[in-house]
């Protein structure tokens, strides 16, 4: 069975500070790692990663996914309020055919001015 | 359309009532998934089509939850006889593949009293 475990669960940062969250799964037939972003009900996408070291970039969020060690990180620098959410990380697994996700618990940020 | 959009936003019903929770994906989109996502977790595979027909239900809870997708366009999830445990954030993802990037809709808030 899939799993993903999310790190921390929850993780209070002032304005202007970095922030790094992880990310560890298992999955049988790994296709790829997705990063959402949670604000009230709809998962916006951030990143897609399916090559280990290679890092993804959009503005003051970037990801990186290593296949050997199971893992990815978030990293946020300069955090602003508007940063306040869910981040959740999901695998897919395409060995079913159905390319499902299988999502951790998420990891709630809450930026304070 | 320009997002995954789903209707209603929120339903509350009675224990023991049908409902249907409609799904309208990004035009051209043939994948189309449904997630579950209880309080404090992440969302949780129900169901994913490909086109028509549904290659994957296996996330389905119990017989009580169907859902449709006749055209390959909008879907319906359905629940019958419904139970307080079925409280939830209902939320329906398309792409344009099945290996592509999903995005999420606003997602259905359905509250069973």
């Keep these: 069975e899939d799993k993903v475990v999310q790190s921390p669960l929850s993780l209070v940062v002032h304005e202007g500070d970095t922030v790094t969250l992880n990310c560890s799964y298992e999955v049988t037939n790994f296709r790829s790692l997705l990063w959402y972003k949670q604000e009230k009900k709809a998962p916006t996408f951030l990143f897609m990663l399916t090559s280990s070291g290679i890092e993804k970039k959009s503005g003051r969020l970037s990801s990186i996914l290593d296949k050997k060690e199971l893992f990815s990180i978030l990293n946020i620098t300069a955090t602003q309020t508007g940063d306040s959410a869910i981040y959740l990380c999901a695998v897919k697994d395409s060995g079913a055919g159905s390319y499902q996700l299988t999502f951790g618990k998420g990891t709630k940020l809450s930026v304070i001015p | ?113």
């Design chain 2, 1 to 113: 359309g320009a997002g995954v959009s789903q209707t209603p936003s929120n339903k509350v019903t009675e224990k023991g009532k049908y409902v249907e929770l409609r799904c309208d994906p990004i035009s051209g989109h043939t994948a189309l998934y449904w997630y579950r996502q209880s309080l404090g977790q992440g969302p949780e595979f129900l169901i994913y089509f490909q086109g028509t027909g549904a290659a994957d239900d296996s996330g389905l809870p119990n017989d009580r939850f169907f859902a449709v997708r006749p055209e390959g366009s909008v879907s319906t999830l359905k629940i019958q006889r419904t139970e307080r445990g079925d409280s939830a954030v209902y939320l329906c993802a398309s792409s344009v593949g099945p290996g592509t990037e999903a995005f999420f809709g606003q997602g259905t808030r359905l509250t069973v009293v």
